[in-house]
């Protein structure tokens, strides 16, 4: 069994790059299956858009762990801005001694910090991606 991950997003091809590199994860492209689609009438040109010189499909965008040991992440073009508390998010567990150098390293990259909570003797930081969506680093 594969797992993978689907996030609502307005602008799928630039939360897919904030994520490729917050989890390391290699942003897919399928420029051959795409012209293939192309050409064999199943999309049309306005189906697609270039993307970092990558030919993309205008809805959707993926990356994945290079070794695939970690779910895939897809991220689906929606017609609204998020408006709520995700229902389901990533927690991204460094460590204690390495969480704030990360959480830094994300805020680099374009996400923000929201609050800290505790659990017991754990801890974590809450932060949000460009989107807004919400995520954890402990």
């Known amino acids: 069994m594969q797992i993978q991950i689907t996030v609502d997003a307005r602008d799928p091809h630039e939360l897919v790059h904030f994520w490729t590199q917050a989890l390391d994860y290699r942003e897919e492209h399928?420029?051959?299956?795409v012209r293939q689609m192309?050409?064999?009438?199943n999309i049309s040109e306005d189906d697609v858009v270039e993307v970092r010189g990558h030919l993309q499909f205008r809805d959707g965008a993926a990356c994945a762990d290079p070794e695939g040991l970690r779910p895939r992440l897809y991220f689906q073009l929606v017609p609204e801005v998020k408006s709520a508390k995700n229902r389901v998010h990533l927690d991204l567990r460094y460590g204690r001694e390495e969480r704030d150098a990360q959480?830094?390293?994300?805020?680099?990259?374009?996400?923000?910090r929201g609050y800290e909570g505790h659990?017991?003797?754990h801890s974590w930081i809450t932060m949000r991606d460009p989107e807004g969506n919400e995520f954890c680093v402990s």
């Not at 399928?30 to 299956?33: A, E, G, K, M, T």
């Not at 959480?103 to 923000?112: C, D, F, I, K, M």
């Open 30 to 33: 399928n420029d051959d299956f």
């Open 38 to 41: 192309i050409a064999a009438g």
């Open 103 to 112: 959480v830094a390293r994300l805020e680099e990259l374009g996400a923000t």
């Open 119 to 121: 659990q017991g003797p």
